[in-house]
């Protein structure tokens, strides 16, 4: 793993030497990634996630746009 620290700014960097696993700080935000799992401006993308305790959206979707659609206090789809 490498190491790079600037002191004109809060950063933190550590990354594998074949650059496939990074975890990198600035200061405000912190970047994952590894192999099958990313973590970048506050967005997780998995290849597959187990998840535990709270998950809070008023928007969005779950299985694309064609599939569950989250709306404020209701999760609906018409596929069905």
């Given at each position: 793993?490498?190491?790079?620290?600037?002191?004109?700014?809060?950063?933190?960097?550590?990354?594998?030497?074949?650059?496939?696993?990074?975890?990198?700080?600035?200061?405000?935000?912190?970047?994952?990634?590894?192999?099958?799992?990313?973590?970048?401006?506050?967005?997780?993308?998995?290849?597959?996630?187990?998840?535990?305790?709270?998950?809070?959206?008023?928007?969005?979707?779950?299985?694309?746009?064609?599939?569950?659609?989250?709306?404020?206090k209701?999760?609906?789809?018409?596929?069905?």
């Amino acid at each position: 793993m490498g190491y790079s620290f600037d002191t004109s700014v809060p950063n933190i960097c550590f990354m594998s030497n074949d650059l496939q696993n990074i975890f990198d700080w600035d200061g405000e935000n912190i970047w994952i990634q590894t192999s099958n799992f990313t973590l970048s401006q506050g967005i997780i993308y998995a290849k597959n996630a187990i998840l535990s305790g709270s998950i809070a959206a008023d928007s969005g979707y779950i299985g694309g746009s064609s599939g569950w659609t989250i709306t404020s206090k209701k999760i609906t789809t018409s596929g069905m």
